[in-house]
């Protein structure tokens, strides 16, 4: 029954077929036209005087409904433009993500279908998909067939399941002995989520990074000897295919074969980079992430997802399923030849995150998403040789993947807080022309410039205008420090 045929009907809360295509409608058209005039948008929104706003929006339960379109008008016209711009072309901040198109269908889908996909039992054909998306990440990471994966929510949460999953493979209850290995460059998530899996953080080691921002295997071996030394129990060291400051790769293999030796889980935090790993001939600079006993990805970076999927697979995919498996009275029993999301994740009822990356690579074709990919990879190597050539700018790290980072430095700015001032302002004065959004990061006593190029939709065309912008900006900066 719907509102349509009857009087107003309080304890009816669906609408009638008419009344749903208008109001998809209605949210289409918005969308569609939202996505058109982003590139003449702002790269970053306005965030000034956001508080207020934020205070303003305080309301409480509204006991009445309200019609669709008023909702709507001032979230797309008022609220979503006070925001980063994250989907923008020129968006090269942090690590960009995406929010490719299909996957935002799959999700409405996902949602008005409503399926339950926790269990195989429930939805098999629709956890085949899913079993099958993760088949092919585990393929693009040359990973062997004994893998099983995981999406999660994210990088971060793909790491507490990693550790998790370690812990209890090589530590079982003797939590408190066991050590775990992040280089100073380490995204700080790891360290977050060693905690929420029982490691404190008086077992986690940093450990020292070379002139590029790579773990040093060396002063890895000796912390790890040390710690033995102590009587505790060295289980699990993270590698980062692509840190989120500079971009370094980690010496993979040569971590891989410490850990071999060593008896430790290795795990290669692939949040930003590993989906370079998809392009064949990318992969000698992601040397030695194959042979990781697990892998981050994060879908909603490198493969354009948009946010709220990241991604776990366990080389040996029975340590995954003995973290998380489980039955209760009310559940069908657990059966072993179909994945089944339940057993190998944490979650009951879930949304259906495989439907996202299912309906993009099939819709697509993976060779598209390893031209994009290769394409970011370019750009972004282009750029950072010609911003290498403008006066004042040293580069700190070149592009490894797509990410290079930077200082300016001149004999006008004589000291390091000076240096570390112009950067952060030639940052911001790009980011304020609105053309490209750029930030930098404190890296020891320095502050870099960054530029992190993976947004499905930067093309050339950015990267061109973000070269002019930094020589015009840096001249600009240096001109003013100049004349102080
Ligand atoms: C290298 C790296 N690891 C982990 C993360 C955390 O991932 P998420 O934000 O998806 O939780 C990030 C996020 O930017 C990252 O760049």
Not at 102 to 110: G, Q, T
Not at 299 to 325: C, N, Q, T, W
Not at 367 to 390: D, H, N, S, W
Not at 456 to 473: G, K, S, Y
């Amino acid at each position: 029954m719907s509102h349509s045929e009857h009087p107003f009907d309080a304890a009816d809360l669906d609408f009638s077929p008419a009344q749903m295509a208008s109001m998809g409608e209605d949210v289409l058209r918005r969308i569609v036209a939202h996505l058109q005039a982003l590139p003449e948008t702002p790269s970053r929104g306005t965030l000034e005087g956001c508080a207020d706003l934020c205070r303003s929006l305080r309301e409480p339960t509204p006991e009445q409904g309200a019609e669709l379109d008023a909702l709507l008008s001032p979230l797309f016209e008022e609220w979503i433009p006070r925001s980063f711009n994250t989907p923008h072309p020129g968006y090269l901040a942090y690590i960009p993500g995406g929010g490719l198109y299909p996957a935002a269908l799959a999700d409405f889908i996902s949602a008005t279908t409503n399926r339950y996909t926790g269990i195989w039992d429930a939805a098999p054909a629709l956890v085949q998909l899913e079993a099958n998306t993760l088949d092919w990440l585990r393929d693009w990471m040359q990973f062997p067939d004994t893998t099983r994966g995981l999406y999660t929510t994210g990088g971060s949460m793909a790491m507490f399941n990693a550790i998790a999953c370690a812990r209890e493979k090589l530590l079982g209850h003797n939590i408190r002995s066991g050590t775990l290995y992040v280089s100073t460059q380490s995204h700080h998530c790891i360290e977050k989520a060693a905690k929420l899996a029982g490691i404190a953080h008086d077992r986690v080691r940093e450990i020292d990074v070379d002139a590029h921002y790579r773990m040093r295997v060396d002063v890895l071996q000796q912390q790890i000897a040390a710690d033995r030394a102590a009587g505790l129990k060295p289980f699990m060291v993270f590698s980062t295919a692509g840190t989120t400051n500079t971009g370094a790769v980690d010496p993979m293999d040569a971590v891989a074969n410490l850990c071999a030796r060593e008896g430790i889980w290795h795990h290669v935090d692939g949040a930003y980079g590993a989906f370079f790993h998809m392009v064949p001939e990318l992969r000698p600079l992601l040397a030695g992430l194959a042979r990781a006993d697990s892998l981050t990805l994060d879908p909603h970076k490198g493969l354009f997802m948009p946010y709220g999927i990241g991604a776990l697979l366990v080389r040996d995919g029975e340590a995954l399923r003995a973290l998380h498996s489980s039955t209760a009275g009310y559940l069908p029993d657990n059966q072993s030849e179909f994945y089944d999301p339940a057993q190998y994740g944490p979650n009951l009822s879930r949304g259906f995150p495989g439907l996202r990356v299912w309906l993009s690579v099939k819709l697509l074709g993976a060779a598209r998403f390893r031209a994009a990919l290769a394409e970011k990879r370019t750009l972004a190597v282009e750029a950072a040789e010609k911003i290498a050539q403008i006066p004042g700018i040293v580069m700190d790290a070149e592009p490894q993947l797509s990410l290079f980072a930077f200082h300016l430095q001149s004999s006008a700015l004589t000291t390091l807080d000076a240096q570390n001032a112009a950067t952060r302002a030639l940052m911001e004065r790009i980011t304020r022309r609105g053309k490209v959004m750029l930030t930098g990061a404190q890296v020891g006593e320095r502050f870099l410039g960054r530029v992190c190029v993976l947004s499905f939709r930067t093309r050339r065309e950015e990267m061109d205008i973000c070269v002019q912008q930094m020589a015009e900006e840096a001249a600009a900066v240096l001109a003013e420090a100049a004349a102080k």
